[in-house]
């Protein structure tokens, strides 16, 4: 890797994590090339990054004159970069190959990213120091461990109590558990990342959380666009198994949905009263009831919803 690719030495903080961010995104490219990802792309990053710039600008207006942390500028500027970063290495336990389905193990695509990015910028700040700048223009030791810490709270477990919280019943959902299990102490700038994440619902909307929750399907079930191209030509049961794997990621859409609305004042407990206010009534603005009954009319998730149905919702009509 060329760390001394900069056509002018920075000058500031913000345009070392400008340097930061130019490797980013050409790694997170190559992923996506690589790796065939249809939802962990360059687009969710960018999209993270704005729903993370979203609430730092709102929660900056609220708690002002008196910053939530020290420095809040540079604190920014660590938030930005980690949101656009938080996905750039993608790790599958099972490679989908073929007909393979493709799952990960939780907690590894996340060290692995947090360790690729803090190799990186450890390499580039010496290239600057050898350039001579500024010390204080360069990452510091705490910034690098903030940087592991917000990363690792984007980590996301099935979680064991799904259907429990919403009165549903539901095979499985997902959570942050660095939000939640009292081992961990997340930081704000954690909570915000985490936030941000998982943050399509609330922030952007009931459109936006669906086509996401398409495309991560696609991710993981590569081998869905050739086995429905041929579906005609499929004996019942492999057609069967078909129409309960979309089935089944429908559902778990819906559920999702409306634990996301039911977790997110234990999400935002840690922040101060009226930094929650605004959490509430400025930026989460789509995560409520309307929503959600919105979300459960869009998606077909009675048990009998017929095959055709599910490969036009998922948009594979297409391929058939």
């Not at 490219?29 to 993270?48: C, F, G, N, P």
């Not at 039911?262 to 999400?267: G, P, Q």
């Amino acid at each position: 890797m060329n760390y001394n690719s900069w056509k002018t030495l920075p000058s500031s903080f913000a345009e070392t994590v400008q340097l930061v961010e130019e490797f980013v995104v050409q790694e997170i490219i190559r992923e996506t090339k690589e790796k065939q990802l249809y939802y962990h792309t360059l687009d969710h990053a960018i999209a993270v990054k704005r729903r993370a710039s979203s609430m730092l600008q709102k929660i900056q207006l609220a708690v002002l004159p008196d910053p939530i942390v020290d420095d809040f500028e540079r604190t920014k500027c660590l938030i930005l970069l980690c949101a656009l970063a938080h996905d750039m290495v993608q790790i599958f336990s099972k490679p989908g190959q073929d007909l393979m389905l493709r799952s990960r193990t939780p907690g590894i695509s996340e060290a692995a990213t947090a360790d690729k990015l803090i190799e990186y910028i450890t390499n580039l700040n010496q290239a600057l120091i050898q350039a001579r700048v500024d010390p204080t223009i360069l990452f510091s030791q705490s910034d690098l461990a903030a940087i592991k810490e917000i990363i690792l709270a984007t980590i996301c477990k099935l979680d064991p109590q799904a259907g429990k919280l919403t009165h549903t019943f539901s095979a499985a959902s997902i959570y942050q558990p660095y939000l939640y299990e009292s081992g961990f102490k997340t930081s704000l700038s954690g909570k915000i990342i985490a936030l941000a994440d998982l943050g399509t619902l609330g922030m952007d909307g009931v459109e936006a959380y669906i086509q996401e929750g398409i495309l991560i399907f696609l991710e993981d079930n590569l081998d869905i666009k050739k086995l429905i191209s041929n579906c005609d030509y499929l004996d019942v049961a492999v057609r069967e198994a078909v129409r309960v794997r979309l089935l089944n990621m429908a559902k778990f859409m819906v559920n999702l949905a409306r634990e996301r609305e039911v977790r997110f004042e234990i999400e935002i407990s840690g922040f101060c009263p009226q930094v929650r206010r605004v959490l509430r009534e400025e930026v989460f603005i789509h995560l409520n009831h309307r929503s959600i009954e919105e979300i459960e009319e869009i998606i077909p998730t009675a048990q009998n919803t017929s095959l055709t149905e599910l490969i036009n919702f998922f948009g594979l009509s297409e391929y058939r």
